[in-house]
């Protein structure tokens, strides 16, 4: 009786002691992968469900949720303004058909990132789906955002990619190990992959790279490759030795970042997402690859450094 105790008493601390899966599976069409893996922005026709009432405060991020659907995407989809406070014609433009049935032309950093876990499955559908009833509907059960916009109707929006003012920004040391043991597992079949995703979040992270080379520049924008060091001044500590980081064009860190010669640094604000190119690449390859740890990218929304730096050295 007494072993049959301790049994049960091992079983329960095993139990409270390892944390609940929770995982966001997503199945999307391998045309969509093929197309978005090297484009940093997509243009939609933008249905808008829901909206907050006005801006989050800068201490919870400054951004304004959009949620929404659109046929360019057939997920459920958010949409959100970085720095909303600062554009207030694009918000009522916004709120103007909010639950209306009626679009809005909308662009901007697409986005596939697990930032909300609770074992849900989002399948991409032909059309733009039908609205999320739910509790929460400006932020509904979902893998896909649009993430900063960039333009709502005829409204540029690319100025508000800039360090928020007022919020305190994910630490580079407790955000990209995260990034790195995350697990992710994918599943092609002829036309579909599904991807399975562990919830991770950290959306707004703070973090100084070093370009080691540059890729030949997209339609709108550029990708390099970085070495990403923690932003301690005077002990930068390294990372990430190799990672993918995406500036969207017309915007400030694109600007800034053209003047950057090999071995530069410069201290940004980023968010990450899925990198559908290393997801292709994987598909190609096939066998353990498939079950590699998460492929992402960092997008860069903002940059501190006025002139390039020195760093890790």
């Known amino acids: 009786m007494q072993k049959v105790f301790r049994f049960i008493s091992l079983m329960s601390l095993i139990f409270i002691s390892t944390p609940l899966r929770a995982d966001d599976i997503l199945e999307i069409n391998r045309s969509f ?33 959009v949620a929404g659907r659109a046929p360019e995407i057939g997920l459920a989809t958010v949409a959100e303004i970085q720095n909303a406070k600062s554009v207030p014609d694009a918000v009522a433009a916004i709120k103007e058909i909010e639950g209306s049935g009626r679009s809005i032309d909308l662009s901007g950093v697409w986005r596939i990132w697990p930032e909300h ?108 490759s970085a070495a990403i060091y923690s932003e301690k001044e005077g002990d930068q500590e390294l990372l990430v030795h190799d990672r993918r980081v995406g500036f969207v064009a017309g915007t400030a860190p694109d600007e800034k970042q053209k003047s950057l010669k090999v071995g530069d640094c410069m201290l940004v604000l980023g968010i990450p997402r899925v990198d559908l190119a290393l997801v292709s690449w994987r598909i190609r390859h096939g066998g353990d690859a498939l079950r590699w740890s998460m492929p992402y990218e960092i997008i860069v929304v903002g940059v501190y450094d006025d002139e390039p730096t020195k760093c890790g050295e």
């Open 33 to 65: 992968i093929e197309k978005y893996k090297n484009r940093l922005t997509i243009s939609t026709h933008y249905t808008v469900d829901a909206t907050h009432k006005r801006p989050n405060p800068a201490s919870k991020d400054g951004d304004m949720h």
């Open 117 to 224: 876990g609770g074992d849900n499955t989002h399948i991409q559908q032909s059309d733009a789906g039908a609205p999320y009833e739910g509790d929460a509907p400006t932020n509904p059960p979902h893998v896909f955002e649009v993430h900063p916009i960039l333009k709502v109707a005829e409204q540029d929006l690319t100025a508000t990619l800039q360090p928020i003012d007022g919020y305190e920004a994910k630490e580079a040391e407790e955000a990209f190990p995260r990034y790195e043991r995350s697990s992710f597992e994918i599943t092609p079949s002829e036309d579909r992959v599904r991807l399975r995703m562990r919830m991770i979040g950290f959306n707004y992270v703070k973090f100084m790279l070093k370009l080691r080379k540059r890729f030949h520049r997209e339609q709108d924008g550029e990708f390099v």
